[in-house]
């Protein structure tokens, strides 16, 4: 039971931290958005 | 009205002059060069128009058919934006993507994931629930340790995610959308596609850990061929071929799973990370290295790719890979709980039966006592 909680714990961490680090390159600020270069699916 | 005789000798004597002028300019004009004032000589170089074409845009000898064709089939134009995928009006292979990927590709996942579930109700039918022919020894041996158990759940919980909202990617359209309707289905599958993006890094690491921990013990030995040619003895009762730590189908499960894995990681992260990548002209160069040549075996044009093709690819293939691995862990998921007593301990507690471990890890039991009896005891099971 340990060991599943702990996982639960790790899997919470990594995804706030992969939130934190990767949603301002995934969120185009306007001053950005719609340029060549910045072109996402 | 008159006019004097002097005047009219000066006129006179200025069309005598004008008539002779022109009788000799005539006479120094050879007639049968008459072509030449008009043609470029014959060593002149003449520069066409590129690709045919008048300039200044007309359509000149070119029909509007033509040019919708060539664009129908990719041909690029010229932008003067700085995105020059801009430049492809009409993607043609995206149009194949789509009728593969709407088509045939998810009805035959579709199938397969649920000839799985059949199979294996059947295999539980036929063959009931595996259990410990000796029964419960009351005495546990140390299995999995907690870190061992904290990677596996960690790749599990995030797998399940992942399948789940991967899932409603493939086929929420043609299956939760007409129960809660489209209001609910959007927002719905804007969190599953969010989570999706971010669980990822989650299984990233459970795999690592697996890996990590379970690498070396997952090394072919002489004992798994015997285990495979007794089908490890699921399909007959009273056979236990062999096994150390883990058996030759575990193996096969543990590679598949890291194979598989790392696959969909790759492609996982050419699809959130887009246009950067292009692993599979990567791939089929590697392959063709060595005389294969993978994309005409598989009916794909050859490589070069465009970027917007890699994603398609990537797309294609995260989904098949995906779903190959769903199917697989219906089966483990099954084995590991229902399908065979005193399994799950092995995740749960970490602790599993003597006597569970001798029939199926004989080796492993073994190795384990004579190293010291470590991880042996003699707790009350509660297994069943």
Same mark, same amino acid.
């Given at each position: 039971?340990?060991?599943?909680?702990?996982?639960?714990?790790?899997?919470?961490?990594?995804?706030?931290?992969?939130?934190?680090?990767?949603?301002?390159?995934?969120?185009?600020?306007?001053?950005?958005?719609?340029?060549?270069?910045?072109?996402?699916? | 009205?008159?006019?004097?005789?002097?005047?009219?000798?000066?006129?006179?004597?200025?069309?005598?002059?004008?008539?002779?002028?022109? $009788?000799?300019?005539?006479?120094?004009?050879?007639?049968?060069?008459?072509?030449?004032?008009?043609?470029?000589?014959?060593?002149?170089?003449?520069?066409?128009?590129?690709?045919?074409?008048?300039?200044?845009?007309?359509? #000149?000898?070119?029909?509007? $058919?033509?040019?919708?064709? +060539?664009?129908?089939l990719g041909a690029p134009?010229?932008?003067?934006?700085?995105?020059?995928?801009?430049?492809t009006?009409?993607q043609s292979p995206g149009e194949d993507w789509?009728l593969v990927?709407?088509?045939?590709? @998810?009805?035959?996942?579709?199938?397969?994931?649920?000839?799985?579930?059949?199979?294996?109700?059947?295999?539980?039918?036929?063959?009931?629930?595996?259990?410990?022919?000796?029964?419960?020894?009351?005495?546990?041996?140390?299995?999995?340790?907690?870190?061992?158990?904290?990677?596996?759940?960690?790749? $599990?919980?995030?797998?399940?995610?992942? #399948?789940?909202?991967?899932?409603?990617?493939?086929?929420?359209?043609?299956?939760?959308?007409?129960?809660?309707?489209?209001?609910?289905?959007?927002?719905?599958?804007?969190?599953?596609?969010?989570?999706?993006?971010?669980?990822?890094?989650?299984?990233?690491?459970?795999?690592?850990?697996?890996?990590?921990?379970?690498?070396?013990?997952?090394?072919?030995?002489?004992?798994?061929?015997?285990?495979?040619?007794?089908? #490890?003895?699921? @399909? +007959?009762?009273?056979?236990?071929?062999?096994?150390?730590? @883990?058996?030759?189908?575990?193996?096969?499960?543990?590679?598949?799973?890291?194979?598989?894995?790392?696959?969909?990681?790759?492609?996982?992260?050419?699809?959130?990370?887009?246009?950067?990548?292009s692993?599979f002209a990567g791939t089929f160069a590697?392959f063709s290295?060595?005389?294969?040549d993978l994309p005409a075996m598989i009916g794909l044009p050859p490589p070069p790719y465009s970027a917007i093709q890699e994603q398609q690819f990537a797309?294609i293939w995260?989904?098949?890979? $995906?779903?190959?691995?769903?199917?697989?862990?219906?089966?483990?998921?099954?084995?590991?709980?229902?399908?065979?007593?005193?399994? @799950?301990?092995?995740?749960?507690?970490?602790?599993?039966?003597?006597?569970?471990?001798?029939?199926?890890?004989?080796?492993?039991?073994?190795?384990?006592?004579?190293?010291?009896?470590?991880?042996?005891?003699?707790?009350?099971?509660?297994? #069943?």
């Amino acid at each position: 039971m340990k060991a599943f909680l702990s996982s639960i714990i790790v899997l919470l961490l990594v995804v706030i931290g992969a939130h934190f680090v990767l949603k301002p390159m995934w969120d185009s600020p306007s001053s950005s958005a719609y340029t060549g270069s910045n072109v996402r699916l | 009205m008159t006019s004097s005789p002097r005047r009219k000798t000066s006129v006179f004597r200025r069309l005598s002059l004008c008539a002779a002028a022109i $009788a000799v300019f005539l006479l120094m004009v050879p007639l049968g060069d008459a072509d030449a004032s008009v043609r470029p000589p014959e060593n002149a170089t003449a520069v066409a128009p590129p690709g045919g074409e008048i300039p200044g845009k007309p359509l #000149g000898h070119v029909s509007d $058919a033509e040019i919708w064709h +060539s664009i129908r089939l990719g041909a690029p134009g010229t932008v003067s934006i700085g995105d020059g995928r801009a430049a492809t009006l009409i993607q043609s292979p995206g149009e194949d993507w789509r009728l593969v990927r709407n088509g045939p590709l @998810f009805d035959y996942m579709g199938y397969l994931m649920l000839a799985t579930l059949v199979l294996l109700a059947a295999f539980f039918g036929f063959r009931g629930r595996i259990r410990v022919e000796h029964g419960f020894s009351g005495r546990k041996i140390t299995r999995f340790s907690g870190f061992e158990r904290m990677g596996h759940w960690l790749m $599990a919980v995030s797998f399940i995610i992942l #399948g789940l909202s991967g899932l409603n990617v493939s086929f929420g359209r043609e299956i939760i959308l007409p129960v809660i309707g489209k209001d609910a289905f959007g927002p719905f599958s804007m969190f599953l596609k969010v989570t999706h993006h971010y669980v990822a890094f989650a299984f990233m690491l459970g795999l690592a850990i697996a890996f990590v921990t379970w690498v070396a013990q997952n090394i072919p030995n002489k004992y798994d061929l015997v285990w495979l040619s007794k089908a #490890g003895g699921l @399909f +007959s009762r009273g056979a236990h071929p062999p096994a150390r730590k @883990f058996n030759g189908g575990q193996k096969i499960f543990f590679w598949a799973t890291m194979l598989g894995g790392f696959s969909l990681c790759l492609s996982g992260w050419a699809l959130l990370f887009p246009f950067e990548h292009s692993y599979f002209a990567g791939t089929f160069a590697t392959f063709s290295a060595v005389g294969i040549d993978l994309p005409a075996m598989i009916g794909l044009p050859p490589p070069p790719y465009s970027a917007i093709q890699e994603q398609q690819f990537a797309s294609i293939w995260h989904a098949v890979v $995906a779903i190959l691995m769903i199917c697989m862990i219906f089966a483990h998921i099954y084995i590991g709980s229902l399908g065979m007593e005193g399994a @799950f301990d092995a995740m749960g507690t970490g602790e599993v039966d003597v006597n569970w471990a001798k029939e199926h890890h004989s080796v492993w039991v073994e190795e384990t006592m004579a190293a010291g009896s470590e991880g042996v005891g003699t707790r009350s099971t509660t297994t #069943g």
